[in-house]
């Protein structure tokens, strides 16, 4: 009897449950990981975007000595059809356009809430001033 039990190959029941319990342990380390990682990934196009933007008020400043208040006027045209930030609002506080900010809002996960982005004539880099990964509540302008 002993010598038909040593004969036989394969994996007991225990060793199998092990290896499933391992590979869930792994699963639930890595796909939070995986979510937030995509997320960063997605907020990239809101900074390349509003960059793009900025740079082109300076130039239209340079030229018209006031901000431009739409896309168009500044002659700014993305690379390709933005996927989460579509939508992007400029304003002004004041007539005569010297100053000029510009919003992009995108639902990176989802929810409804929404994720914003800012630059302003004075910050050179994008701000993300409501966080919809974090959680925080907020709708377009």
Sequence with gaps: MFKRMKDQK????????????IIGILAAVAIPNFLRYQAKSKQSEARVL??????????????QNEYGSTELMIGFE????????????????????????????????????????????????????????TGDASTCP
Excluded: H
């Design 50 to 63: 509003l960059s793009g933007i900025y740079t082109s008020q300076v130039a239209y400043f340079a030229e």
């Design 78 to 133: 993305p690379a390709s059809t933005p996927k989460v930030y579509s939508s992007r609002t400029f304003s002004s506080t004041d007539a005569y356009a010297t100053d000029f900010t510009v919003t992009a809002c995108g639902n990176i996960d989802g929810d409804a809430g929404v994720d914003k982005w800012t630059v302003t004539d004075g910050d050179r880099e994008p701000q993300n001033t409501v966080n919809d990964v």
């Design 10 to 21: 394969g994996f007991t029941l225990i060793e199998l449950m092990i290896v499933v319990a």
